[in-house]
Nanobody, 116 residues
Framework: QVQLVESGGGLVQVGGSLRLTCTAP????????MGWYRQAPGKQRELVAS???????NVAASVRGRFTASRDNAKNTMYLQMSSLKPEDTAVYYC??????????WGQGTQVTVSA
């Protein structure tokens, strides 16, 4: 198994934007659908967006119109573009397959903090 690596988080003001990146060092995503998840303090991890091998995207209702996912299969990289950020978007963001499989190990995540 390969551990996923997330990056790109940070502190941003309300209404700001961030782009997160997910990679799997030494392993190809293959034909797997990949997803972005987030976990806020005291809450369960939730799926916010996913993207298929051919680029079809689904996003959760809570972030629709503000977040979108994409992937570059040649670079073995997935992205989460976030805009119009709100304080409730504050969480640690992770990537993994959707649905979850045994292909990858959860990474450390990347912290996104939205300040009012």
């Amino acid at each position: 198994q390969v551990q996923l690596v997330e990056s790109g988080g940070g502190l941003v003001q309300v209404g700001g934007s961030l782009r997160l990146t997910c990679t799997a060092p030494g392993r190809n995503f293959g034909g797997l659908t990949m997803g972005w998840y987030r976990q806020a303090p005291g809450k369960q991890r939730e799926l916010v967006a996913s993207v298929t091998y051919i680029g079809n995207v689904n996003v959760a209702a809570s972030v629709r119109g503000r977040f979108t996912a994409s992937r570059d299969n040649a670079k073995n990289t997935m992205y989460l573009q976030m805009s119009s950020l709100k304080p409730e978007d504050t969480a640690v963001y992770y990537c993994n397959t959707n649905p979850l499989t045994a292909d990858f190990i959860w990474g450390q995540g990347t912290q996104v903090t939205v300040s009012a």
